[in-house]
């Protein structure tokens, strides 16, 4: 049975992200979302087993003891993974994204060559500060550690094999579209 593709997309903190891979999700219904496992706490809206699986510290090192991650990393004192067994499953109908962070995104290609990494950058680096303010829920160390954060994973940039801009939410969610279905086409 043919395998589907596996697509990673990262991006800085601020970037719209999140929004952009509803989008896609929603314009591409054979995708599947890869569900990370985390110890942080849910965000108001946020579902177990829909976002993320959210599990505490000892849930996660078990996993981590019982080989459960294809990769996973600390982020922002919060512990972020990869679960194999639901990944190869998704695999098994169809292409799968995963949004994880580029030390994730490194690993996870390492392990599987075949794996497109997708990066998003915003229109310039005011628009990505602006953005990271306008959230309103931080506090000004917190802003600096995500605007040093972001520097650091706009830098990354070059390892990725696709960057694609996000002006406008459509727009670049098109972009990821074109992407998948390219590789699909490659086959
Ligand atoms: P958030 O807490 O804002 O949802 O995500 C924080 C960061 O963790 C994001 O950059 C996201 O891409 C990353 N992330 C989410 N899931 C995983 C994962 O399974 N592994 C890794 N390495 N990073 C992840």
């Not at 219904?29 to 965000?43: E, G, N």
């Not at 830098?155 to 074109?178: G, K, M, P, S």
Request: hydrophobic share 35%.
């Amino acid at each position: 049975m043919r395998k589907g593709n596996l697509f990673i997309v990262s991006g800085a903190s601020g970037v719209g992200k999140s929004t952009v891979l509803q989008k896609v999700m929603e314009s591409d219904k054979q995708l599947r979302f890869s569900v990370s496992a985390t110890t942080r706490p849910p965000r108001p809206g946020e579902t177990d087993g829909v976002e993320y699986y959210f599990v505490n510290a000892e849930q996660f090192n078990e996993m981590i003891a019982k080989g459960e991650f294809l990769e996973y990393n600390e982020h922002n004192k919060a512990m972020y993974g990869t679960p194999i067994a639901q990944l190869e499953e998704k695999l098994r109908d169809g292409d799968v994204i995963l949004d994880i962070e580029p030390y994730g995104a490194f690993a996870v290609k390492e392990k599987r060559p075949d794996a497109t990494l997708i990066f998003i950058v915003p229109p310039s680096q005011e628009e990505l500060e602006r953005r990271l303010w306008g959230r309103g829920d931080t506090s000004l160390e917190q802003i600096t550690m995500r605007l040093e954060r972001a520097k650091w994973e706009m830098e990354q940039q070059d390892r990725y094999d696709f960057v694609v801009v996000n002006d406008t939410v459509q727009e670049c969610a098109d972009r990821i579209l074109h992407i998948i279905a390219a590789k699909a086409d490659m086959e």
